[in-house]
């Protein structure tokens, strides 16, 4: 079992639609969870990090946590062109304190 | 958060060869790491640097292939040695944000090596 496990996609949603980005995760004693995006030939960047069970709101984005469940999403509103990318799940797992990065999901917006 | 660059953006080199990338913060940072990124793969840890102290590789990486040097809290290189195709990828260093909540850590540009 991957320690953070995410779907490959691709994930295609219509313009101004609610992209939903799923991630788990296997050490129950993690304790931090970060959402990076990655466009085509560039780094990750930091969109939002979450630490306590439940939502967590910037803008157009919202990072869900679920640590009974061991799960971790993303979700985008308003989905734009612009959000085609990359996004990778990471989370500081408990027993090495390092953070580990899923495969990473691919989103497609059309217009 | 810290602006990090990295240098060469990227290269092309023969097998058998080195490369030393380079990482450069504009603000002292305690913890760095560096990564790879393989084609079409997420991020693999090779190392963490500390200034000061041995870098500490992960499983599946060594001193002598991927040998790391941190002079001091803003910079620190990683160097491919004995090149071979196998090692075309991205390399990615990032620097750790120590937080009241939680440890972040933010990505240099990266720099994409071919090996032929």
């Known amino acids: 079992q991957k320690e953070v496990e995410q779907n490959s996609g691709p994930l295609s949603v219509p313009e101004g639609a609610i992209a939903s980005l799923n991630c788990t995760y296997s050490d129950r004693g993690s304790q931090s969870f970060f959402w990076y995006r990655q466009y085509s030939g560039k780094s990750p960047e930091l969109i939002m990090f979450i630490y306590s069970n439940g939502d967590k709101e910037d803008g157009r984005f919202t990072a869900q946590l679920n640590k009974a469940s061991q799960y971790v999403s993303l979700l985008i509103r308003d989905s734009q062109p612009s959000d085609s990318a990359t996004y990778l799940c990471?989370?500081?797992?408990?027993?090495?304190?390092?953070?580990?990065f899923g495969q990473g999901t691919t989103l497609q917006v059309k217009p | 958060s810290a602006v990090i660059s990295q240098k060469p953006s990227r290269d092309i080199c023969q097998r058998g060869t080195s490369l030393t990338i380079q990482c450069q913060v504009d603000s002292q940072v305690t913890m760095m790491f560096w990564y790879r990124q393989q084609p079409g793969q997420s991020l693999t840890l090779i190392a963490t640097a500390n200034q000061g102290s041995e870098a500490t590789y992960e499983s599946g990486f060594v001193i002598d292939k991927f040998p790391i040097s941190r002079p001091n809290l803003t910079f620190s290189t990683l160097t491919v040695s004995n090149m071979s195709p196998e090692d075309s990828s991205i390399y990615l260093c990032?620097?750790?944000?120590?937080?009241?909540?939680?440890?972040?850590?933010?990505f240099g540009p990266g720099t994409r090596l071919t090996v032929l």
């Open positions: 990032s620097v750790e944000d120590p937080g009241l909540l939680t440890d972040t850590q933010y």
């Open positions: 990471a989370v500081i797992t408990g027993n090495t304190g390092k953070l580990i």
